[in-house]
């Protein structure tokens, strides 16, 4: 249990960045869902399309800090090279 109020303080605020960084986890999640999801449907326009958005909300869930800008780096490289492969 935190004593001084500084420690009573950061273990509050420590509970609300981890709910809020809980839900930006969850959005990118579903992003990298929402490409995979178009990528097995077949259409590569429609993939490019939900790509570009989700390209969107995965760097900005980096440059918060939620994960590290190479994991970013990575999951959109490759889902680009998935939806190039496509015919």
């Given at each position: 249990m935190a004593n001084s109020a500084q420690a009573r303080k950061r273990a509050r605020?420590?509970?609300k960045q981890r709910a809020h960084n809980a839900s930006l986890r969850t959005a990118?999640?579903?992003a990298?869902?929402?490409v995979l999801k178009a990528v097995e449907a077949g259409d590569k326009a429609a993939a490019k399309v939900v790509f570009h958005t989700s390209e969107k909300v995965i760097d900005r869930i980096a440059d918060k800090g939620v994960f590290h800008k190479n994991k970013a780096a990575?999951?959109?490289s490759r889902l680009s090279a998935q939806?190039?492969?496509m015919a």
């Open positions: 605020t420590a509970l990118f999640r579903t990298v869902k929402k990575r999951h959109k939806i190039k492969a």
